[in-house]
């Protein structure tokens, strides 16, 4: 794995891991998430989108994961971040909650791809 999608990788984990968190914080607190929810959110989309070029471009260049989990650990949060946003649409009150919830699925998909890539488990 090149350092570079490795260290991307890291970041997207950890990254869903604040979304998540930050969602939760919300609901227990009874408020709305902020601007800056969003913003973090924008945020680790396009972590998202360099990490899957990254990895398209280490796929065609001959570097293969030890495991196809680990493309589909790495795709399907793409699928659940198009769910939220066509879920939160139809939402006219706390359109946040979709994401938050998208941040605990990707948080543990992301992982087990950063883990599978690393060779761990």
Known sequence: MSELHKWIGFAVVGGFA??????????????GPGDWFWRWLVLVQ???????????????????????LHYAYGLFPIIVLVVAHVVARGM????????????????????RALMTGLGIG
């Open 18 to 31: 604040v979304l998540f968190l930050w969602g939760i914080g919300a609901k227990l607190f009874k408020r």
């Open 92 to 111: 006219e009150r706390e359109p946040w909650i979709p994401f938050a919830w998208a941040g605990f699925f990707c948080f543990g998909l992301t992982l």
């Open 46 to 68: 396009v972590l998202v989108g360099v990490q899957t070029i990254v990895g398209i471009v280490l796929f065609l260049s001959g570097e293969r994961a030890p495991t196809l």
